[in-house]
DNA sequence: CATATCACTTGCATTTTGCAAGTGAAGTAT
DNA sequence: ATACTTCACTTGCAAAATGCAAGTGATATG
């Protein structure tokens, strides 16, 4: 379900960039494909991970959230990001000390900041 | 890197399975062809998450075994087992519990067993 | 009213995956 | 010793997924 090229970067993007829309998404700095992205959201939904609405301040655009099973998945991604900076090539360094500081505060405010734009909503 | 379907599924199984061969990978359950894994195991070795030698009681048989790199990944696999366990489909429910009651234990035990089985080569 | 932005879709070429059938080296049984 | 089996692959080809460029239609902005 996981098991492809992007899903994990959309889900990174909204959990720790905050990407909410088509276009935050296209402007990461990794180059998807606009139809390959518009599937990978359809299936997010359809997993459950996503969901989507109109945004009420500009009807063009769709606002993509993630669901508490999407949400949940933020300790995966802690370690995944943990594990790169290790190993990988650096990633955003500030990010990656909060997490080393103190892994419990940061999930803690991941999801605090996930149920306050869900709540504004 | 670990963007397939495949190359998660082998360090899981080569962490929490034990397996070490190519047929072990191939009679995992989720039935992955002949040519892709090859593929997947030399890429996991171009990356250094993976080593592999001969069997020195068989000489058919080549052993693959997870570098530090390789091992690191197991908070990140973890966590996967953790969510797959609390939104999917059931996997190994005695893991599962292993991991809740005490998950730096557990990661402690995973790593020891790595430890063991490398100095044993 | 004209132009721009946004979230897509469509058509087509390229790449990756999956399947079935080998191959060669080494081990096992007779 | 010879035949048979196991193991770790490779090869060839079809099918599926991906990527690219160019739309489209609805809404917003100057």
Chains 1, 2 share one sequence.
Do not use: C
């Amino acid at each position: 379900m996981l098991g492809d090229r992007w899903s994990l970067l959309i889900i990174r993007d909204m959990m720790l960039r905050g990407s909410r829309t088509f276009k935050e998404f296209l402007d990461s700095y990794e180059r998807i494909a606009t139809n390959i992205l518009a599937d990978r959201l359809r299936k997010l939904i359809s997993y459950g991970v996503i969901t989507t609405e109109p945004d009420p301040t500009d009807g063009r655009k769709r606002i993509y959230l993630l669901t508490e099973k999407g949400i949940a998945l933020a300790p995966v991604m802690t370690e995944m990001v943990l594990w790169a900076a290790d190993h990988e090539e650096t990633g955003n360094q500030a990010l990656v000390r909060l997490m080393r500081e103190d892994k419990e505060k940061f999930l803690a405010g991941v999801r605090r900041r996930w149920a306050e734009s869900r709540s504004r909503e």
